[in-house]
């Protein structure tokens, strides 16, 4: 950030709305991976009528006829124990979940970290930022005139792409809170979601026009697809992001050990009995 009267920063301009937040980078500090330990699917324990979870909802919009939901009415911070294990249950089956105007994001470090847990251990992640005074598990991604980070990071990518989070990892993160806590106007849209299991037909609503697919050979290619995958293991590897942390950010690098572990190109959701 500059300092002085001659030039006026971004920052300066407009203080952020939750300062508490602000990443912080510390080249010095450890970051150790969670490790093994026994994942317990709390879709199991749920009541698929989900009463707990859909109790205060006055609408459920389905994003798409497979994948996404959003729950209008509902406070994550006033879920139960057993409202939180249907949104458990509801994530598996939808994929994502929008909650908009969530009190969440105003309840603190510890209120927030307590809902989280509830889910299971809490990874850390090994490159990006947390707050200072906040938890390790929590990722700041934050882009201003005075922090360049991400946007150097993407500026050599192409901006199609799909990813997978900290795949490298013993145990890779499950569910994932995003919470954003501020974005200029006028931005999103850039996020695509999709269900490759459900081949369906699409609407262009843009062109308005309907692309129509060949569903039962479009089915049949997804069987033999699906078949090809079992008994395939997949080799994942820490190594590019971290040279890329290091290319990008030297000394200043965040950085923890590299790791590379091979997973099964296929799993089963047991909440879903689905592979």
């Not at 300066?12 to 939750?18: A, N």
């Not at 080249?27 to 109790?55: C, M, T, W, Y």
């Not at 490159?127 to 200072?132: S, Y």
């Not at 089915?219 to 697809?225: A, K, L, M, P, S």
Request: glycine share 8%; charged share 25%.
């Amino acid at each position: 950030m500059a300092v002085g009267t001659e030039k006026t920063t971004w920052a300066r301009q407009y203080p952020p709305l939750y300062p508490d937040y602000l990443p912080f980078y510390d080249p010095l500090e450890k970051i150790e991976s969670v490790g093994p330990f026994e994942h317990h699917d709390l879709g199991l324990r749920a009541d698929p009528q989900k009463a707990n979870l859909l109790r205060t909802a006055t609408a459920v919009n389905d994003l798409s006829p497979h994948c996404g939901t959003e729950l209008v009415g509902v406070q994550l911070d006033e879920l139960n124990s057993a409202g939180l294990n249907e949104l458990a249950l509801m994530c598996a089956e939808r994929g994502c979940l929008v909650f908009r105007d969530q009190k969440f994001t105003n309840i603190g470090f510890e209120a927030q970290k307590r809902i989280a847990e509830h889910f299971g251990p809490l990874h850390k992640h090994g490159w990006m930022p947390h707050p200072q005074n906040g938890p390790a598990e929590f990722v700041i991604v934050y882009d201003s005139k005075d922090d360049l980070r991400i946007r150097n990071s993407w500026k050599r990518k192409n901006p199609v792409q799909f990813h997978v989070d900290q795949s490298p990892e013993a145990q890779p993160p499950g569910a994932t809170f995003f919470c954003m806590l501020e974005s200029p106007a006028g931005v999103g849209g850039d996020t695509g979601k999709c269900s490759v299991s459900e081949p369906t037909s699409q609407t262009d609503r843009t062109a308005n026009r309907v692309l129509s697919i060949d569903r039962a050979s479009l089915r049949n290619t997804i069987t033999v697809f699906r078949k090809r995958l079992e008994g395939l293991w997949a080799v994942h590897s820490t190594q590019k992001p971290i040279s890329r942390e290091l290319r990008d950010n030297g000394n200043s690098s965040v950085l923890t050990q590299a790791s590379q572990l091979g997973h099964a190109s296929s799993g089963d959701c047991p909440s879903r009995d689905w592979r």
